[in-house]
């Protein structure tokens, strides 16, 4: 889908609808929020829409900082912590490395 | 032979046909990035495949026809580069994990029951008929499946068929991405816990849904039309037997012409109900170089720009169909089902081929098979299949590059002989 032919509205609708969605778990929507938005929200000259978009974008951008950070977390305490938790982590483990940890 | 299966259960597979189809539009240059098309003045014909190049108008110069005719050339050609980048992509992961992830090259008995007969039989006659019926098998799926969408289409069963697509695409998307996941971890021996693996495949799988079925950036979408025929492409050299994918491989490419070509083939009915419905394609199934514009068919001089999402054209196909393409004002279209049997030829030629040259060899050789199939759109402008000739230029380089080049680099190097 090319933004250039889709009007203001749209444009507009479809921020707030990826924005919207990203709270289903989704912070990979509101990278693609970011990212396609951005050009759209802080390069081109303004238009009336484009302080919503903004909004938007800014809040994905948040969100997604957020979500970054809880997940690196996760990772590297489930990575570190791994073998010594023994049973619990073969539990959460989907995938089990061969070998002497 | 456009065909989809949805399943929800590994064995059925999710498979696509294709072929390449010209559509009317090519004239309106609606598309910023176009190369400059002259104006469409009056080429817009409402009927039938006829050339843009207006060769049944007796009024236009000869001077302004050639220039056309250089400018749909030239346009051409740029969308054969648009179109092999996708398609190189695709082959480069396909042989990328093949090379790698050696799940897909196990063979553990395991088939589809689309190929029931087993290729572990003493003799090579045996080995051969088994083959050849397994290929028979599999057609017969096919020409049923692409008649049921014929059929389907014609009685406007639309929803039928979304909702058909929606569930195969879900099954591509989360299943079969769950399972590559885990080999390539596997294969790399990294720990992964589940609440991180249900994450990415959510999003992976949620984002994807939403890019290919409702509106989303136009690169996104690509991408994920690329990886979800990798993913196919490498389910089909898993499951499928040695022999019995060659042979599949080349019946499907002389089915794909039968069926877009003949009069009375299941893709050219398609082709000519979705012109005539002047209908929008579902995006779905099929991979457009550009941004397209819905040109109306009985435009004179400006088109609208009643822009759909991406993929929709003004003239053809709908989605069920695999692997139409056609050059549209944004670009040009490849059914998915075309980067899956190339991939599936790449990819074999990766796995049971010995070495590189051989793979190299069928890529190069797909390539100029998709080259000549473009240039052969640029010319008739109606619809291609685009299957034979790549495959069939894969497969004799495939075998000759085997078995003629292959020993011959050997002994060369064994001789320490350089040419």
Same mark, same amino acid.
């Given at each position: 889908?090319?933004?250039? &032919? ?22 990979f ?9 951005? &050009? ?18 800014? &809040? ?5 900082l ?15 912590? &791994? ?19 | ?11 059925e597979?999710y ?20 190369? $400059?098309?002259?104006g ?11 050339? %843009?190049?207006? %060769? ?21 050609? =740029? ?6 980048v ?12 093949i090379k ?12 589809l ?14 080995r ?25 289409y ?8 979304h ?12 299943w ?7 080999e ?9 816990d ?16 939403i890019c ?9 979408q $690509? ?6 025929s990798?993913?196919?492409?490498l ?15 080349g ?16 893709? %050219? ?6 012109q ?9 199934l099929?991979? @457009?170089?550009?941004?397209?514009w ?5 435009? !004179? ?6 822009? $759909?999402?991406?993929g929709? $054209?003004? !003239? ?5 169909i ?6 549209s004002?944004?670009?040009? =279209? ?25 793979t ?7 390539l100029?098979?998709?080259?000549? !199939? ?25 075998? @000759?590059?085997?078995?003629l080049? %292959? ?13």
């Open positions: 889908m090319n933004l250039e &032919r889709v009007p203001n509205e749209e444009k507009l609708n479809l921020c707030r609808k990826y924005y919207l969605g990203g709270f289903a778990f989704l912070p929507l509101w990278l693609v929020n970011v990212v396609w938005f951005f &050009r759209e929200a802080f390069v081109k000259p303004p238009y009336t829409e484009q302080q919503h978009i903004k909004t938007y974008v800014k &809040r994905s951008a948040l969100g997604l957020l979500w970054v950070a809880a997940l690196t977390t996760w990772i590297t305490i489930f990575q570190h912590f &791994r073998a010594q938790w023994g049973e619990v982590a073969d539990y959460l483990s989907f995938t089990i490395p061969l070998g002497i940890p | 032979i456009p065909l989809m299966n949805t399943s929800d259960s590994e064995e597979f498979n696509e046909r294709t072929a390449l189809v010209s559509s009317e539009s090519p004239t309106m240059a609606t598309y910023t990035q176009d190369s $400059q098309l002259p469409p003045a009056d080429t817009e014909t409402k009927e039938g495949a006829s050339s %843009r190049l207006a %060769r049944g108008t007796a009024e236009r110069e000869p001077a302004v026809e050639s220039e056309d005719e250089e400018l749909t050339l030239k346009y051409g050609a =740029k969308h054969v580069i648009m179109l092999f996708p398609v190189t992509l695709c082959m480069v992961v396909v042989v990328a994990t790698s992830v050696s799940f897909y090259t196990e063979k553990n008995g395991q088939q029951i689309y190929t029931p007969f087993t290729e572990d039989t003493p003799s090579v006659g045996q051969l008929l088994n083959s050849v019926l397994n290929t028979i098998i599999m057609i017969s799926v096919i020409v049923v499946m692409t008649i049921f969408l014929v059929v389907l014609k009685y406007r069963c639309y929803k039928f068929i909702g058909w697509l929606i569930l195969s695409s879900l099954m591509l998307l989360f079969f991405s769950f399972m590559y996941l885990g390539v971890f596997k294969t790399y021996n990294v720990a992964m589940y609440p991180t693996l249900v994450m990415i495949i959510w999003n992976f799988g949620a984002v994807g849904m290919i079925h409702w509106k989303g950036p136009l690169q996104l $690509q991408a994920y039309l690329i990886v979800i990798a993913l196919m492409a389910v089909f050299i898993k499951y499928l037997p040695e022999w019995s994918a060659w042979v599949i491989l019946a499907i490419s002389v089915y794909d012409l039968i069926a877009v070509l003949s009069p009375k083939g299941p893709l %050219r009915m398609l082709v000519e109900t979705a005539e419905r002047n209908e929008p394609i579902f995006p779905a099929i991979y @457009s170089s550009a941004m397209i819905m040109v109306g068919m009985a435009q !004179t001089s400006s088109p609208e720009p009643r822009d $759909q999402e991406t929709q $054209q003004a !003239t053809l196909i709908m989605r069920g695999e692997g139409l393409g056609f050059p004002a944004g670009g040009v =279209k490849l059914g998915l089902g075309d980067f899956i049997f190339y991939s599936v030829l790449v990819g074999k030629a990766a796995a049971t081929g010995g070495d590189w040259n051989t190299l060899a069928c890529f190069v050789a797909i100029i098979g998709l080259c000549l !199939t473009l240039l052969l759109l640029a010319i008739f402008k109606k619809a291609l299949p685009a299957l034979p000739i790549s495959i069939t230029f894969g497969l004799v380089f495939y075998f @000759s590059t085997d078995n080049v %292959r020993p011959f680099m050997d002994s060369l190097a064994a001789h320490q002989f350089y040419i």
